[in-house]
């Protein structure tokens, strides 16, 4: 059965970092493009970053500059950095991978920035 597992969140302080992590099962991890998405309260679920099987990377908007992420093939685990973060990053941040035509979710992690 294939799985996400999202980690990582909470709240942090405007220019802060995050580390959020997503642990996978279920699938032939290195071989698949994985991303990141996100959506805030009354927004529609938006995309953030991606990465590819070569590690090749692919930045949104606000994301890029600020953002990293990252893939381990031994653990089945991608991740995503993000460096100083603002209010506006305030979200539920959910990982994908597009396999067998369907796109499947984690649960979401909250990430919330306030002072």
């Known amino acids: 059965q294939l799985q996400l597992v999202e980690s990582g969140g909470g709240l942090v302080q405007p220019g802060g970092s995050m580390r959020l992590s997503c642990a996978t099962s279920g699938f032939p991890f290195a071989r698949y493009a994985l991303g990141w998405f996100r959506q805030a309260p009354g927004k529609e679920r938006e995309g953030v970053s991606c990465?590819?099987?070569?590690?090749?990377?692919n930045y949104v908007g606000s994301a890029k500059g600020r953002f990293t992420i990252s893939r381990d093939n031994a653990r089945n685990t991608v991740y995503l950095l993000m460096n100083s973060l603002k209010p506006e990053d305030t979200a539920v941040y959910y990982c994908?991978?597009?396999?067998?035509?369907?796109?499947?979710w984690g649960q979401g992690t909250q990430v919330t920035v306030s002072s």
């Open positions: 994908t991978v597009l396999f067998s035509g369907v796109h499947h």
């Open positions: 990465i590819n099987s070569l590690g090749g990377t």
